[in-house]
């Protein structure tokens, strides 16, 4: 059983839209949760890092829900330049594979 | 401030040659990461060193991978002898102490190996 599971998409949305990844993870006792975004051909960059509360960066939000063993990331008004594949890290050091996004015109 | 340095950007090589792949962390992280990169199977952590002292590797996926942090500011990752499946983009990364505290990723090297 993997360790982060994640949809891999891709996710194909136009201009505008408002779209959600969901990443579940197998251990309880993680303590840090991150999004990283990963442009094709070049290396992962962090997004955001997801508290407990939830927590919104411009049109980003993430959630956790630590019952269900789940991050979320919510992208709102979808811009061209959200396209990349997006990765969720519910264990610090440990990634999933990634969900790739397609925002289109 | 540089970040996360690696070398080379890209190699090309034959089965059955040695390949070294050079990583320098970001001055001051104490936590180092050797990753590998393949549409087939993700991310894929190799093995992690604190301190200069690999910590876990498990993920390293047979004997003819090794890895050396000889200091602070440098770490190898070696391939002996290389494979045609062994093609696929290494990632290093580093990160100080600290559950809060993200991983910062180098360029990475594209392996080709013929």
């Known amino acids: 059983r993997k360790e982060v599971e994640q949809d891999p998409g891709p996710f194909n949305v136009p201009e505008g839209a408002t779209v959600a990844f969901n990443c579940t993870y197998s251990n309880s006792a993680s303590q840090s949760f991150f999004w990283y975004r990963q442009d094709c051909r070049k290396e992962p960059k962090l997004l955001m890092s997801v508290y407990s509360s939830g927590n919104e960066d411009g049109r980003f939000t993430a959630q956790l829900n630590r019952a269900s063993q789940y991050i979320s990331l919510l992208i709102r008004d979808s811009k061209l330049s959200d396209s990349a594949t997006y990765l969720c890290?519910?264990?610090?050091?440990?990634f999933g594979s990634g969900t790739k996004l397609n925002v289109k015109p | 401030d540089a970040g996360v340095i690696q070398s080379p950007r890209h190699e090309v090589t034959e089965m059955g040659q040695e390949v070294t792949l050079r990583c320098k962390p970001i001055s001051g992280h104490d936590y180092l990461f050797w990753y590998r990169q393949t549409m087939m199977r993700g991310l894929e952590l190799l093995i992690y060193?604190?301190?200069?002292?690999?910590?876990?590797d498990s993920g390293m996926p047979e004997d003819r991978f090794s890895a050396k942090m000889p200091n602070a500011s440098f770490s190898t990752l070696k391939i002996q002898p290389s494979e045609p499946r062994d093609s696929a983009v290494y990632f290093c990364?580093?990160?100080?102490?600290?559950?809060?505290?993200?991983?910062?990723f180098g360029n990475g090297t594209r392996l080709t190996v013929t």
């Open positions: 890290v519910p264990l610090r050091i440990y």
């Open positions: 060193f604190n301190n200069n002292v690999p910590i876990d």
């Open positions: 990364a580093s990160t100080i102490q600290g559950v809060t505290s993200p991983l910062h």
